[in-house]
């Protein structure tokens, strides 16, 4: 098998023009939702976090590729987040707008100004627009000023910053604080930050959120990662994220590497090692990732971001150890993904799920706020990148 040949046409050939496809011309960004009959809604809401994670893809792309067609997709994302879910009144971005650019959810989540700031970071590395750079830098200062406690980072605010209760980041019946989802997403998007600017303030922040996930988050006992916490940081679910244990896995190993020190790269790299095997041990069912375990309750739908974000945790760790069995298993998702994850479908991209027989029963939608080209993008874009 020829893996990067292979994920670099899924790349190119479908990924990519699905997306240049839903571009608005009109009203700007990328329409926010396409059905499972894809049926495009052109007056459904846009997520910003859709919209942060499209203009990510198409600059990394336009970096990966070195095809200008891509550079432009990301300015028509960048002049979107900039014009239209920028807050220009109390600063941050808002959760979502309408289809024409209006405030519509304006919560301000740090998971949401986390992945503004991924892709702005990216966005500068492509264009060398020093605007998107003192953009990103304005979010950074508000998470390091409004977004923190003694314990961590905060999470939910609303439109002027005041806290409110964290419901678009909870599940399972509970109401977290703080959630692993979060600060993970924080560190890729400080590691992406720190990486095209060198600031020290970045620098110090994203070293104190490696120390929170080896101390706070990591669960030496179970060598898996705690997801929801209270205000204090104290665990309060049993919840095992398969998904989110892997991509945290090579998002840790990134950020040590991106930091230069060779203390913490040897100590974040120690543990990442035991998540993976924990995972391998754990997640995998008949070549695929099954969801998550709650409760001793195995959840065995096969999700597409996790089998992306899979592929890369253990090639990065066959990378690391040279263990094969981690080589392996990345062409037996890739095998996965392309027999069933992928929509054959003309005009379609990925399924949302399957389930344990491999069909797409739950029919979700193949363009949501939530459904983008970020895993998966990424997933081609690492591959393509480690294999050459």
Same mark, same amino acid.
């Given at each position: %098998? ?9 790349? #190119? ?17 990328? @329409?926010?939702? %396409? !059905? &499972? /009959? ?18 990510? &893809? ?32 109390? +600063? ?18 740090? @998971? ?24 990103? %830098?304005?979010? &950074? ?35 977290? =604080?703080?959630?692993?989802? #979060? ?11 720190? *990486?095209?600017?060198? =600031? ?13 996930? *080896? ?22 679910? =049993? ?7 892997? /991509? ?64 890369? +945790? ?6 690391? #150890? ?32 399957? !389930?344990? =027989? ?20 990424? %997933? ?9």
């Amino acid at each position: %098998m020829n893996l990067a040949r292979e994920v670099r046409r899924e790349l #190119t050939d479908r990924i990519i023009p699905f997306w240049k496809r839903l571009r608005d011309d009109e009203h700007g960004g990328y @329409y926010g939702y %396409m !059905d &499972f /009959e894809l049926k495009v809604d052109k007056e459904y809401e846009k997520g910003c976090i859709l919209n942060s994670r499209i203009l990510w &893809f198409f600059a990394n792309a336009y970096m990966t590729l070195k095809d200008k067609s891509l550079l432009a997709e990301a300015a028509h994302a960048y002049s979107f987040m900039r014009d239209c879910c920028e807050d220009k009144e109390y +600063g941050g971005v808002f959760w979502s707008v309408t289809y024409d650019g209006l405030p519509l959810d304006t919560t301000k989540h740090i @998971y949401n100004q986390a992945f503004a700031i991924y892709a702005l970071s990216s966005y500068y590395a492509a264009s060398n627009d020093s605007s998107a750079l003192d953009f990103a %830098m304005s979010l &950074f200062e508000k998470i390091e000023t409004i977004g923190t406690d003694s314990y961590g980072y905060l999470e939910s605010f609303n439109r002027k910053w005041e806290l409110e209760d964290n419901d678009k980041l909870s599940e399972n019946g509970l109401l977290a =604080d703080k959630t692993m989802n #979060t600060l993970l997403h924080v560190l890729e998007a400080y590691t992406e930050l720190y *990486r095209v600017n060198k =600031d020290e303030k970045v620098r110090s922040a994203l070293v104190k959120i490696l120390d929170a996930f *080896r101390n706070q988050v990591y669960n030496e006992k179970t060598n898996r990662l705690e997801v929801f916490f209270d205000e204090k940081m104290n665990t309060i679910s =049993d919840l095992y994220s398969y998904g989110h244990d892997i /991509e945290a896995s090579w998002l840790l190993d990134r950020a040590a590497t991106v930091l230069s020190d060779d203390k913490i790269k040897a100590d974040t790299n120690a543990y990442t090692n035991k998540l993976v095997a924990e995972v391998y041990n754990e997640a995998l069912a008949d070549g695929a990732m099954n969801n998550e375990c709650f409760k001793g309750v195995v959840d065995t739908t096969r999700v597409w971001w996790v089998q992306a974000e899979a592929m890369v +945790g253990f090639y990065n760790c066959y990378e690391k #150890t040279g263990e094969e069995k981690y080589k392996d298993i990345t062409e037996q998702l890739w095998d996965y993904i392309k027999n069933y994850i992928i929509d054959k479908r003309e005009g379609s991209e990925w399924f949302w799920d399957l !389930d344990k =027989d491999n069909n797409p029963v739950s029919r979700k939608p193949i363009v949501e706020p939530w459904k983008c080209p970020y895993h998966n993008g990424r %997933m081609c874009m690492e591959i393509i990148r480690r294999c050459l």
